[in-house]
């Protein structure tokens, strides 16, 4: 016998209903004013292209490695890549790019020995908008006004190794690295190289032109022992240097403005339907700042 079925029909009816759902980060970007998106500069886009057709974009950061960048920048107009291959796959840590030869004398008017762009002060480059969630590397970690993820101990700053991220390839210390030769992150964020080799930005476009290609086993290192493995890259330039037909632009989410900080949100507690139980916190390599490209204008 049931007593109450009335109560069965409401309670049939509320399961119907299904749960409010909580907008995503990539949501939240999409819905953001115009007013809360800077623009990438031109000169700070490097662009590979690979043989296969492929492109990768990379956003430069000068204002934390302007000798790097600027050895960078000559590099790039110099046509020193023009023969330049990535030799290394490394699975879950880096993909490699340069000169696999390391036979090749360095490019005319770089700075060839860089100093270690690697750290600064506190508040050297201004104020950070804070991280609201705790990092395991770093007891002070943030966002700056230019749109990079900042990590510190309230003494120093850098920039993180997080996936994604730019770095120029070296050896033993006391070198640098002339930025003749780079890596980006293809793995979980090895941030125990933070601090210790400089990182000159951050892969916003392409990454699986880099990220998708056979792991190499040369040398526990990932480096492709067969030349036959390497993968040619056709050409390697600053965007701010193409003709205005093949012109490029990118613009990042603004960090302070409201959308920004509701995307940190929705990362670190990612919601109904999918999500039953929010991490209430998250790794700054996993707020990395929304970035979009945009139709160029002029």
């Not at 002339?178 to 793995?187: A, E, N, P, Q, S």
């Amino acid at each position: 016998m049931i007593l109450f079925p009335h109560l069965l029909s409401i309670t049939a009816a509320a399961q119907a209903v299904p749960a409010p759902s909580k907008p995503t980060a990539t949501q939240i970007a999409a819905a953001a004013p115009a007013a809360a998106w800077g623009a990438i500069k031109p000169e700070d886009l490097l662009l590979i292209d690979f043989a296969d057709g492929q492109r990768s974009v990379i956003w430069l950061a000068p204002e934390y490695a302007p000798v790097h960048v600027a050895n960078i920048r000559i590099i790039a107009r110099s046509g020193w890549w023009s023969d330049a291959t990535v030799y290394r796959v490394q699975d879950n840590y880096v993909t490699q790019w340069g000169d696999a030869t390391e036979k090749k004398p360095p490019a005319a008017g770089i700075t060839r020995r860089p100093p270690a762009e690697y750290e600064w002060a506190w508040g050297a480059h201004g104020q950070i908008v804070a991280n609201p969630f705790r990092d395991a590397y770093a007891s002070r970690t943030g966002f700056s006004a230019s749109g990079w993820p900042l990590a510190g101990d309230g003494k120093r700053q850098w920039l993180p190794h997080c996936y994604g991220m730019v770095g120029v390839a070296r050896d033993l210390a006391p070198d640098t690295g002339t930025g003749g030769d780079l890596y980006t992150v293809i793995g979980h964020a090895p941030r125990h190289l933070d601090r210790n080799i400089a990182v000159v930005g951050r892969v916003i476009d392409g990454m699986g032109a880099l990220s998708a290609l056979p792991r190499g086993t040369g040398g526990g290192l990932g480096l492709y022992e067969d030349p036959k493995m390497r993968v040619p890259i056709k050409r390697i330039t600053i965007a701010a240097d193409l003709p205005p037909a093949e012109q490029v632009a990118y613009e990042f989410l603004r960090p302070g403005t409201p959308a920004f900080t509701a995307t940190l949100e929705a990362r670190a507690n990612r919601g109904l339907p999918f999500f039953t139980v929010p991490a209430g916190t998250a790794d700054l390599c996993n707020l990395m700042g929304p970035v979009r490209k945009m139709t160029p204008t002029g």
